[in-house]
């Protein structure tokens, strides 16, 4: 199993440009997340989807959008990219019928928005 | 909004040294993970603690969570080079398992 996996690993926009992020599960997980990481704030979650077709949003969504049309895939959308999107991006699986939850991670898309 | 802090955030020791990270917040979780990252990589789980007051083990780790589940600490004895690394804390919310993360604590472990 390759567990989660996310393309691209690394991307360079301009300022106004858009891009989609693809995240793949092979564990069959209900739940999905997307996350960004920024120096001494942790993770903070974007947008999670529960399910196929259904989606959410987390703490930060604004300036980004979410589509989960297969259970395997979350993409997560910057429709017109700023520089304060520039950060790392996670994301995150996890089974959705039991109490207490392990997130998988995958290895995560470092964007920089010039 | 539901905040965890971490401290210290930085912490440089020598190998064999004992260290302890804080995870502190005034809510309540339900339960509280604690995840290591390395360097180009994702976050990976090390434990999840669920009642109030339990204390876990794992090999040189050592995770206790709060009696009131609000808080939680990592005690590490005799650290290695290894163990380098960003411990994050994140306490679960909700039906939904959203998890709330921590600031973070940046450890580097000199040999």
């Known amino acids: 199993n390759a567990g989660v996996t996310q393309t691209p690993k690394f991307r360079v926009l301009k300022t106004g440009q858009s891009m989609t992020l693809l995240c793949a599960q092979d564990?069959?997980?209900?739940?999905m997340y997307w996350y960004r990481q920024d120096p001494g704030m942790g993770l903070r979650l974007i947008h999670y989807?529960?399910?196929?077709?259904?989606?959410a949003k987390g703490e930060v969504p604004d300036g980004y959008n979410v589509s989960r049309l297969k259970k395997q895939n979350f993409l997560l959308g910057l429709e017109s990219a700023a520089p304060s999107q520039t950060s790392v991006y996670f994301c995150?699986?996890?089974?959705?019928?039991?109490?207490?939850?392990?997130?998988?991670f995958g290895p995560g898309t470092r964007l920089l928005v010039l | 909004t539901q905040l965890l802090e971490q401290s210290p955030q930085f912490l440089s020791i020598q190998e064999g040294e004992n260290l302890t990270v804080y995870c502190n917040s005034s809510?309540?979780?339900?339960?509280l993970q604690w995840y290591r990252q390395e360097p180009g990589e994702g976050p990976v789980l090390l434990v999840t603690?669920?009642?109030?007051?339990e204390v876990k083990k794992l090999k040189r780790l050592t995770f206790q969570f709060g009696d009131a589940r609000k808080d939680s600490s990592l005690h590490i004895t005799a650290a290695q080079p290894g163990d380098t690394g960003l411990y994050l804390c994140?306490?679960?919310?909700?039906?939904?398992?959203?998890?709330?993360f921590g600031t973070g604590t940046l450890l580097a472990v000199q040999p």
């Open positions: 603690v669920v009642t109030g007051g």
């Open positions: 564990m069959n997980h209900e739940y």
């Open positions: 989807s529960v399910g196929e077709g259904t989606t």
């Open positions: 994140a306490g679960a919310a909700g039906a939904t398992n959203k998890l709330i």
């Open positions: 809510s309540v979780f339900s339960s």
């Open positions: 995150a699986s996890t089974l959705g019928h039991t109490s207490v939850k392990t997130q998988y």
